[in-house]
């Protein structure tokens, strides 16, 4: 059976089993939160509802926002891209436009940072490669600056209806992509103690 990209008769299919199966079991129903990472901006909506998504989110930033800088890209400034993209749009990934304009409640993503390095061989061609994973790595994402924009995050969040307040982060642990909560040798129990701070009240 051939299918366009946009044919999501099988999975709609499957989506929709999963939720009989959960109802089955006793539960009220399944929330669906999908990840808008391969969808198009111009089909968002109409994508998000034939998959009876019930909100939706992102992995990571730089799936919407190519990082500016190579090889480096400072932390404060891929945060601050992601955020105005949330705004304005002009992202890439299912943010192109505002995400006022989704019809699916969207729960921003705060990444702590990202360094898909890790997975290179650290051959000479690194510097002139840009596909995954040669590509450029977010610094100085300290505890203190992943701290500030999960308050920025918390800020906008509070102003959804209550059985929207979700967060979601990236990630717990990432190691080959430089993107984890996990306690470390360089920065303890930082992360986790900026969650804490922020959300512990």
Same mark, same amino acid.
């Given at each position: 059976?051939?299918?366009?990209?946009?044919?999501?008769?099988?999975?709609?299919?499957?989506?929709?089993?999963?939720?009989?199966?959960?109802?089955?079991?006793?539960?009220?129903?399944?929330?669906?939160?999908?990840?808008?990472?391969?969808?198009?901006?111009?089909?968002?909506?109409?994508?998000?509802?034939?998959?009876?998504?019930?909100?939706?989110?992102?992995?990571?930033?730089?799936?919407?926002?190519?990082?500016?800088?190579?090889?480096?890209?400072?932390?404060?400034?891929?945060?601050?891209?992601?955020?105005?993209?949330? /705004?304005?749009?002009?992202? !890439?990934? &299912? *943010?192109?436009?505002?995400?006022?304009?989704?019809?699916?409640?969207?729960? $921003? @993503?705060?990444?702590?940072?990202?360094?898909?390095?890790?997975?290179?061989?650290?051959?000479?061609?690194?510097?002139?490669?840009?596909?995954?994973?040669?590509?450029?790595?977010?610094?100085?994402?300290?505890?203190?600056?992943?701290? /500030?924009?999960?308050?920025? !995050?918390? &800020? *906008?969040?509070?102003?959804?209806?209550?059985?929207?307040?979700?967060?979601? $982060? @990236?990630?717990?642990?990432?190691?080959?992509?430089?993107?984890?909560?996990?306690?470390?040798?360089?920065?303890?129990?930082?992360?986790?103690?900026?969650?804490?701070?922020?959300?512990?009240?």
């Amino acid at each position: 059976m051939e299918t366009s990209e946009n044919d999501f008769t099988l999975l709609v299919e499957v989506i929709n089993k999963f939720r009989e199966k959960v109802k089955a079991a006793g539960f009220p129903d399944l929330h669906l939160n999908g990840v808008l990472w391969g969808l198009r901006g111009e089909l968002i909506n109409e994508n998000l509802e034939q998959l009876n998504i019930n909100s939706a989110t992102s992995y990571v930033w730089i799936h919407h926002n190519a990082l500016p800088d190579f090889p480096t890209t400072e932390y404060e400034k891929a945060a601050e891209t992601y955020f105005k993209t949330l /705004k304005f749009g002009g992202g !890439a990934n &299912g *943010l192109e436009k505002p995400i006022s304009n989704m019809s699916t409640p969207y729960h $921003i @993503n705060v990444t702590m940072g990202w360094d898909s390095s890790p997975r290179t061989r650290n051959a000479p061609d690194w510097m002139t490669r840009k596909d995954y994973p040669f590509g450029p790595v977010i610094i100085n994402n300290t505890p203190y600056f992943f701290k /500030k924009y999960l308050a920025k !995050a918390k &800020g *906008l969040t509070m102003e959804k209806p209550e059985d929207e307040r979700i967060i979601t $982060i @990236n990630s717990w642990n990432e190691w080959g992509e430089g993107s984890y909560l996990e306690p470390d040798n360089t920065t303890g129990y930082g992360y986790l103690e900026a969650i804490k701070e922020v959300f512990g009240d």
